[in-house]
């Protein structure tokens, strides 16, 4: 049996870190001719500071590309980190030994976004979900295939289907699967690579579901990866936004949804749609032009200026061009990366915060009792509707429409 | 906690688990002309094996009744040779029989030598990357670039006079220096399998719990590679048997009075316009193993391609 670990009912809003990434750095060297000459680098993180606070969900998101996976990779070590530290809990994971990273293993995991290459498909369901019990010795014989059977219940699977194959699942199941493959060591600390992106939308919120029970039964910790800024609303106790390998903006959500402070979140913001159809009038859109820069090459100061609306409308100041703005705090516990950040904070565009509420529901993370959700209350309203209660009869016949809510119990 | 609907659960439930090699012999199962060929290719490998107890005659033996009248070859049906005789009056069909265990000869050891050589230098060179693919690959261009003939010429003549080179008659020198210089093309697949394979999520999974990489490899890299390997493997035999007909052709292989289909087409051919069966019945024997071993390859490769299942 896991026993749960005693989650305090409410996180406080400032906890103590789990995760600390510190000028944290990723670079891909660019390589070419005979002798593999490195001729440059794909700066995917390039210095970025923030840290996860035990038992919080961080949602990060970003366009395709910003660097989040590589992001959640180095903060696990599955990525070499360029420069910069990382530490797990106070202990700094780049000086540890071969053999002390693997103990480490066990207290952090990755759930991953693809549920078709995620599982290797030559393993039985049962031999995938022994590996991790098998490499730390947390169980042997009879009891190793009663902890799997334990898992596969716990993920909402039949746990009679040990010697089943990955490719006989849907890709809903398949991701149970992945789930209980990184829940098997026990872990505290969970990336969760945009763990629902790949799936059927019908499909999504059960998964999305799933992942927010097991974190109040375990006390999980959550770095949410996302590409836009809906999902990860109604699961994050703090929202992380970045942009080509730079965190921009770090704050709980009421801050991020309501007061972003910078312009490239307001153009995220843009993009989401709001339900209430008068807060929808009232706000002003931007639509983000052009091509992300590339990471190998960024932009000279803000490395969002090629694309800012703020930076036009101020009249193209010279600071913009020159210096990159330092991610500072504008808000208790929020902050931003923009030299003009009060400036976007008085702006209209992407949010209705004038008088209306932009989103009925309440913000959660915002203060005591933030963090438990109820279940079918933390997901999205776009994604509750058409949820089909049969999600392995084949792709997409459970699909969007009128299908009926269905309760995740 | 979520329950699965429960009609998926019977679907399920009402089939036995399938592994995906299962699923691949049964999917090539359902492939008629890769059955045909699988089915030839078994057939040689028998002959191959017990070849010398079902030949019709010893396959040096000349038919003395032949010699005595004076006369050719034995026509195809003639005086009890069912594939006529050759112009010294041997049974060509026991010399086909018996040149059908060359030929499986080839096939293996060739094929070994590819594996023996190619699997290790593709898996160092996509699973260390860095230097020392960049080192192996150059060297495996350079093999590539030099010249094949050349090469195993140079090798016959220097292991000449050493056990090897006197290994079974000397074609084991032969085959071997055919592996030789055929490896390059296995290796490669085998690096941009691993180079492909230590990408995939489930590999960066293992790393995550922190499986050792000796276990990485053999547990999650090796087994998703083998079913290219196979195919590569199988869809190389016909040009092993061809390469060791075309030395033979020049004179490089198997002594008189031992014959391989290659030097019975090179003999054939000096006869071709009086005696066409001399010809005739090597080529089609020849034919019909490298169409067989193509079929059976090509086969294998749409079973195993794991791209066809996985993705309902
Ligand atoms: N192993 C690698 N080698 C070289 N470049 C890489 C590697 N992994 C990532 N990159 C590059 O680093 C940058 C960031 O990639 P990353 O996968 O972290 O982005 P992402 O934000 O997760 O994008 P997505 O939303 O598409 O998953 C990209 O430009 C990518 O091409
Ligand atoms: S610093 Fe300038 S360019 Fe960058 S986001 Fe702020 S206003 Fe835009
Ligand atoms: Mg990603």
Redesign the interface.
């Known amino acids: 049996m896991i026993e749960p670990q005693a989650a305090p009912a409410a996180e406080p809003a400032t906890g103590q870190a789990l995760v600390e990434a510190e000028n944290l750095k990723v670079h891909f060297p660019i390589t070419s001719g ?3 000459r490195t001729v440059g680098a794909v700066r995917a993180v390039d210095d970025i500071t923030f840290d996860i606070r035990k038992g919080e969900t961080l949602g990060l998101v970003g366009e395709s590309g910003c660097g989040k996976s590589t992001t959640g ?1 180095a903060l ?1 070590r ?1 990525r070499e980190l360029t420069d910069g530290v990382v530490r797990f809990d106070g202990v700094d994971l780049t000086t540890l030994k071969r053999d002390q ?3 480490m ?2 207290r ?3 759930i ?3 549920p ?9 369901v049962g031999s995938i979900i022994s ?2 019990i098998e ?2 010795n947390l169980a042997s014989g009879r009891g190793k295939l009663e902890r799997v059977k334990e898992l596969l ?2 993920v ?3 746990p009679n ?1 040990t ?8 890709g809903g ?1 398949r991701q149970r699967i ?1 789930v209980a ?2 829940l098997a ?1 026990e872990p505290e600390f969970i990336v969760c690579d945009e763990p629902i992106s790949a799936l059927d939308v019908s499909i999504q919120a ?1 998964v999305l ?2 992942l927010v ?1 097991l974190r109040e039964q375990f006390g999980l910790t959550y770095l949410f990866i996302a590409h836009d800024l809906s999902v990860v609303r109604h699961i994050s106790d703090r929202i992380g936004v970045m942009y080509l390998g730079k965190v921009v903006e770090l704050g709980p959500p009421a801050a991020i949804y309501e007061t972003p402070a910078h312009p490239y979140t307001r153009a995220l913001l843009s993009a989401v749609p709001i339900p209430d159809p008068r807060a929808e009038r009232r706000r002003k859109r931007v639509i983000l032009t052009g091509d992300v820069p590339s990471p190998a090459n960024p932009p000279s100061g803000c490395r969002f200026h090629t694309r800012c609306w703020l930076y036009e409308r101020l009249g193209r100041p010279e600071n913009c061009r020159t210096d990159d703005p330092e991610l500072r705090i504008v808000q208790p516990d929020h902050r931003a990366a923009c030299h003009y950040a009060e400036d976007a904070m008085q702006s209209d565009v992407g949010v209705a915060h004038i008088g209306a509420e932009p989103i009925k529901r309440k913000a959660f993370g915002a203060g005591p009792g933030a963090h438990k959700p109820v279940a079918d209350d933390s997901v999205p309203a776009t994604l509750v509707t058409g949820v089909a ?7 997409g016949t459970g699909g969007s429409g009128t299908g009926g809510a269905a309760p ?2 | ?5 429960t ?3 019977r ?2 439930a009402e ?1 036995p ?5 299962r ?1 691949a012999f049964e999917r090539l199962l359902r492939n008629r002309l890769a059955i045909l060929g699988a089915v030839i290719v078994l057939l040689l490998i028998l002959l191959a094996v017990f070849g010398p107890f079902i030949t019709p005659y010893e396959y040096s033996q000349t038919d003395t009744q032949l010699v005595r009248e004076a006369r050719g070859p034995a026509n195809p049906g003639e005086a009890g040779h069912l594939f006529g005789t050759d112009i010294l009056g041997r049974d060509l069909l026991s010399r086909i029989m018996d040149g059908a265990r060359i030929s499986m000869t080839v096939a293996l050891v060739v094929q070994v030598t590819v594996l023996l050589i190619g699997v290790p230098i593709g898996a160092l060179a996509g699973w260390f990357g ?2 020392i693919d ?1 080192l192996l690959m ?1 060297f495996t261009d350079i093999t590539y670039a030099f010249p094949d003939l050349l090469f195993i010429i140079l090798l016959t003549v220097v292991f000449k006079d050493t056990w090897f080179g006197g290994a079974m008659d000397g074609l084991l020198l032969v085959f071997v220096a055919i592996g030789i210089v055929s490896w390059v093309g296995v290796a490669r697949l085998v690096r941009g399998q691993m180079l492909s394979l230590k990408e ?3 590999v ?9 990489d000796r276990k990485i490899v053999t ?2 890299l090796l ?2 590679a083998i079913g290219p390997i196979i195919v590569a493997v199988t869809l190389g035999i016909p040009g092993a048997i061809l390469a060791e007909a075309l030395l033979a052709f020049i004179g490089i292989g198997a002594n008189p009075p031992r014959a391989s289909w290659g030097t019975l087409i090179t003999d054939g051919q000096t006869w071709m316009s009086s005696e066409p069966h001399l010809l005739l019945f090597p080529a089609i024997a020849i034919a019909l193993a490298l169409l067989s071993f193509t079929f059976l390859g090509d086969g294998l490769r749409d079973a195993l391609d ?1 791209k066809l ?4």
Not at chain 1, 118 to 123: A, D, E, F, K, T
Not at chain 2, 309 to 312: L, S
Request: aromatic residues 8%; positive net charge; glycine residues 8%.
């Open positions: 005979l002798f593999q990779r696990i599955l990273l693997r103990k293993r066990r952090m995991q990755i991953f976004q693809d078709y290459s995620s599982l290797n498909p030559r393993m039985t590996e991790p490499t730390h219940a716990l909402g699977l039949n289907y010697n089943r194959y990955p490719h006989e699942f849907s199941q992945g493959r990184s060591v059960q579901n799933l029970e209660p049969d999600e392995g009869t084949g792709g995740p119990e | 906690m979520a329950v699965q609907s009609t998926i659960d679907k399920l089939r688990p399938a592994s995906l090699w699923d860095g230097r960049n150059r995939t999520e489930y960066e999974a293992a790393r995550a719990i922190g499986v050792p547990r999650h087994p998703n794991p299942k996985g993705k309902q």
